[in-house]
């Protein structure tokens, strides 16, 4: 698995950002995915996950409202719509694949994990 997450850069308060990851080397169209976030000096933050249909859908306290995950299977790629940005948001993203089919909420449940992408969001 070969996941290119794409999408991050600087943006003002309130504006949005949509992020995206594609599986490059291999279809996860049987596995949930997930976005998971890190700031600097901070552990890894669960974001938002999907289930492998699509239908399943499991977000973070702090973006609930404003955050929208999906996916298109048929080109094994995963979004991430980011709404009402704030400057708590800014983090590097990073997304995953599970190691099942849920959408899991636990970093430990996903197995493969991208590259990351930056998010700066100024005040």
């Known amino acids: 698995v070969q996941l290119q997450a794409s999408g991050g850069g600087l943006v003002q308060t309130g504006a949005f950002l949509r992020l995206s990851c594609v599986d490059a080397?291999?279809?996860?169209?049987?596995?949930?995915m997930g976005w998971f976030r890190q700031a600097p000096g901070k552990e890894r933050e669960f974001v938002a996950s999907i289930d492998w249909r699509g239908s399943s859908t499991h977000y973070g306290d702090s973006v609930k409202g404003r955050f929208t995950i999906s996916r298109e299977k048929a080109k094994n790629a995963l979004y991430l719509q980011m709404n009402s940005l704030k400057p708590e948001d800014t983090a590097v993203y990073y997304c995953a694949v599970a190691l099942r089919g849920g959408a899991a909420a636990d970093s430990a449940d996903y197995r493969y994990w991208g590259q990351g992408t930056q998010v700066t969001v100024s005040s």
């Open positions: 080397r291999r279809p996860s169209s049987n596995n949930g």
